[in-house]
């Protein structure tokens, strides 16, 4: 069974700073992988999605990447800002549904 | 292009009743997600629908949930018999097709059983 998991938990960094999060999954037959973005209270805005045949997306200042070999995809955001602050969540996409791991809450310290 | 309309945004049930709760997909998506988010865990798929089929209900609890995604109109889960460990935020997502396609998320549907 696919299982998804994203380190840190929980990050809090001065504005300014690049940061990066991450996303392991245990079954490389994915269609692709998704992050997504969740405010308190709020649905999912997808933010990148990455095919299983694509390397990287790139999106204003954020950047994915995916190595479906070694399952793992990366989220680069640069120049943080205080209006980052969500929680961000990846999803691998296995055809019948999205396994989502539990996120990264992320603090932008103005 | 509307996105995923769920409604109700907010929804209080007293236990023991049912509860009904919809999804819109997308114009041009045929294909319908069901996702269960409990307080401080991760979102649990619950099932996956195409029109007037269900596709994969694994992740669906054997008892009082059902879902159905009918020719017209939007997708329905109900939840009858409601209970406190109900209380969740259910999201639905809709995606054109399957394998290479991106979903798209309503903004839930919050559920407090009193």
């Known amino acids: 069974k696919q299982e998804v998991t994203q380190i840190p938990a929980a990050l809090s960094v001065p504005e300014g700073e690049n940061l990066v999060l991450n996303c392991s999954f245990t079954?490389?037959?994915?269609?692709?992988l998704q992050w997504f973005r969740q405010d308190p209270g709020k649905g999912l805005t997808s933010l990148l999605l990455i095919q299983s045949s694509q390397r990287e997306q790139t999106s204003g200042r954020l950047n994915a990447s995916l190595d479906k070999s070694s399952g793992r995809s990366t989220l680069y955001i640069a120049a943080s800002q205080p209006g980052d602050s969500a929680t961000y969540l990846c999803?691998?996409?296995?055809?019948?549904?999205?396994?989502f791991g539990t996120g990264t809450s992320l603090t932008v310290i103005p | 292009n509307a996105g995923v309309m769920q409604n109700p945004r907010h929804l209080v049930r007293r236990r023991g009743q049912e509860a009904r709760l919809r999804c819109s997909p997308m114009?041009?998506?045929?294909?319908v997600y069901w996702y269960r988010q409990l307080p401080e865990e991760g979102l649990k798929f619950m099932v996956y629908?195409?029109?007037?089929?269900?596709?994969?209900e694994s992740g669906m609890p054997k008892e009082r949930f059902s879902a159905e995604f009918p020719k017209e109109g939007p997708s329905i889960l109900r939840i009858q018999q409601v209970v406190r460990g109900d209380s969740a935020a259910y999201f639905c997502a809709s995606s054109p097709g399957t394998g290479e396609t991106e979903a798209f998320f309503g903004q839930g549907t919050r559920l407090t059983v009193v």
């Open positions: 629908l195409q029109k007037e089929n269900i596709i994969d």
């Open positions: 999803a691998v996409n296995t055809g019948n549904q999205f396994y």
């Open positions: 079954d490389s037959a994915i269609y692709n």
């Open positions: 114009k041009g998506h045929s294909h």
